[in-house]
């Protein structure tokens, strides 16, 4: 509907009060509800978005901030023993709705990829205890030493966990297995955070919401790196910058109306629009049985190949229309010939009601 670009050191919270305006006075909405993950609406962008009547968030709650609920009772774990779900209620958030979610898919993850980083991260320290210890003659000084730390520490960012001793010709470690147990406690839990009502919305549909910001994520790669290449950009003047993000946009919105039409011939899920509505919030996603088939089989009932949007692109590509000259005819008359669709073809044809 709309496309905005602000210049490159534009942090992304600057661009929300701009597009809540545009919002209600371009396109006139009423009520708005924002949706942003939490590097996007931040506190300082709700205390902003609490001027504008009628406007609306759905977000999520940094970890801190979860610790917090946790410390002062508001959330209690054992919420979880039997539902992986649950509308609390904390004084610090009086006027917003919070649904705490547990996933424990999510937490086996987390606490598999703490682990490695915490592995990988001892790994790099152990090597610096070792150099220090070997270095009798000439000992690293504390510098040096922290120097060394900080690149290990910094490249894994788990160096919470490690209380490390530094001195001129000394260094040892060792992890904060209380910080490290603290944490893992939280692992598989998330907190939605909003102010719109339960006569609104659900706090299943709450949650729902907010994990479409995975549909725009995938928007964003599309653009950036799978499809349309919106980088690099090597214009240097502002509106050939404009006008390369607008025809982008354009392509994306094309591309977005294809697939949707051309869904019954590639690897998508069809079903998936009407699943996202009535599947459960908290639980990772499932592949519908139709889309099971198309992997499966891969073949559509019609007999067609299934293909992914590329090698379909690549595929009506070969359709052709070959300029003639009868070469015999002084007039040289010509005519155009087009070759005959195969039947993929003409399936695709008839789907974009071409």
């Given at each position: ?29 009423d ?9 996007m ?63 424990p ?56 966990h ?123 996603a ?26 379909l692109?690549a ?40």
């Open positions: 509907m709309a496309v905005e670009v602000y210049p490159g050191n534009t942090g992304d919270p600057s661009t929300v009060p701009d597009q809540v305006e545009k919002l209600r006075k371009r396109f006139g909405l009520h708005v509800v924002l949706v942003g993950d939490r590097g609406l931040t506190q300082t962008q709700i205390d902003t978005l609490k001027e504008y009547p009628g406007l609306g968030w759905i977000s999520a709650l940094r970890s801190r901030a979860i610790r917090t609920l946790v410390n002062g009772g508001s959330l209690q774990l054992s919420l979880f023993d039997e539902r992986d779900l649950a509308e609390i209620h904390a004084p610090e958030f009086s006027d917003e709705r919070l649904v705490a979610c547990y996933n898919l999510l937490a086996g993850q987390r606490r598999e990829k703490r682990e490695k980083l915490l592995a990988a991260t001892e790994k790099g320290l152990e090597r610096i205890a070792r150099e220090v210890a070997r270095r009798t003659k000439t000992p690293l000084d504390k510098a040096e030493i922290g120097k060394k730390v900080g690149k290990v520490v910094n490249r894994y960012k788990v160096g919470k490690f209380a490390v001793m530094i001195a001129d010709g000394a260094f040892s470690f060792s992890r904060k297995q209380e910080a490290i147990r603290r944490e893992s406690e939280l692992d598989g839990i998330y907190v939605i955070r909003t102010s719109e009502s339960s006569e609104r919305i659900s706090a299943e549909d709450t949650v729902r919401n907010y994990k479409r910001l995975e549909q725009v994520e995938r928007a964003i790669r599309c653009l950036k790196g799978i499809d349309l290449l919106v980088r690099p950009i090597h214009h240097r003047t502002e509106d050939h910058v404009r006008a390369h993000i607008f025809l982008c946009m354009l392509a994306y919105y094309v591309e977005y109306h294809m697939r949707k039409a051309l869904a019954p011939l590639l690897f998508e899920d069809t079903e998936l629009d009407e699943q996202r509505i009535r599947r459960d919030p908290v639980k990772p499932q592949p519908s049985p139709g889309a099971k088939r198309k992997k499966t089989a891969r073949l559509t009932p019609e007999g067609l190949a299934i293909h992914s949007f590329q090698t692109l595929e009506l590509a070969t359709r052709s229309r070959n300029r003639c000259r009868i070469t015999s005819d002084p007039t040289g008359l010509t005519f155009y010939q087009f070759s005959e669709p195969t039947p993929l073809q003409r399936h695709a044809f008839r789907l974009l009601g071409l």
